[in-house]
């Protein structure tokens, strides 16, 4: 991410662009050290020859390495994964829940924009550099929670109608969908990234156009006034998590990957 949008100038035409606009920590000794040892391993191939096995979380992360010349067959999707919050909620609240940093990247601005013209109810949870914006906000139906423990999390999430991010760029895999879909809590998205490709619209959430004010407030309409389409996203929510993210799941998935790589290595020896 660059100057507040995506930018794939890096994987796609090299990583020097970067030093006269100093993109690390806004230094030009720092960016161009860091940009001549990107390049470098480039080309000799660090990362393809001397690495058995790489983990990306989703299948957009593993085909965008691939997109920037990484090895396809080398790299494995496995996502992340949380334990078993028990049992679920069917009286949900009418209102949307945020939970997550504070910052540019998660679209905090544009949330607060948009509902502050609504009459749907915010509540944000979090902490980070635009906290003051938060706090100072004057929309009666937006209310800020507070860095809350996850306890407190857990609570909010059996009682929201449905969880919303406004991210701006990628995402790696953001732990909170699938905290969310564990509650079985609906989750509202943009399109874009990892976030589209973990939220399958229609089935455990909805996608919505990027920094669309009216396209996100559609979907959450959707979500608290149709209470047979939340339960119905809520049980897809809750049944995702269980095929996918629970930690048995997972620890197969992994021990999958490592007899994979061990049974190429001995071949290949």
Not at 115 to 143: H, Y
């Amino acid at each position: 991410m660059y100057d507040g949008v995506v930018n794939e100038t890096s994987m796609k035409k090299g990583s020097f662009w970067t030093v006269p606009k100093k993109v690390y920590k806004d230094s030009y000794f720092g960016t161009a050290v860091l940009a001549f040892a990107t390049e470098f391993h480039k080309k000799i191939g660090t990362w393809r020859y001397t690495v058995d096995g790489y983990i990306a979380l989703t299948q957009f992360s593993k085909d965008k390495y691939i997109e920037a010349g990484w090895p396809a067959d080398k790299i494995f999707v496995k996502p992340n994964f949380v334990t078993d919050p028990g049992e679920v909620s069917n009286n949900r609240e009418k209102y949307v829940l945020f939970v997550g940093r504070l910052g540019d990247e998660k679209g905090i601005d544009f949330l607060l924009n948009t509902f502050s013209k609504s009459d749907f109810s915010l509540k944000i949870a979090g902490d980070g550099p635009l906290l003051d914006l938060v706090k100072n906000c004057q929309s009666t139906n937006i209310e800020y929670l507070g860095r809350l423990s996850k306890e407190d999390v857990s609570a909010r999430m059996k009682e929201a109608s449905c969880l919303v991010m406004a991210s701006t760029w990628y995402e790696g895999f953001p732990m909170v969908i699938v905290e969310a879909m564990a509650h079985g809590l609906p989750i509202v998205v943009p399109k874009l990234g990892n976030m589209a490709s973990v939220v399958e619209h229609g089935v455990n959430g909805l996608h919505y156009e990027p920094k669309s004010s009216d396209d996100l407030l559609a979907s959450i309409d959707v979500l608290i006034s149709n209470k047979a389409m939340n339960h119905k996203l809520s049980s897809g929510a809750r049944n995702t998590y269980l095929q996918n993210y629970t930690e048995d799941i997972n620890r197969t998935q992994l021990l999958d990957i490592y007899k994979q790589v061990i049974a190429r290595k001995e071949l290949e020896s």
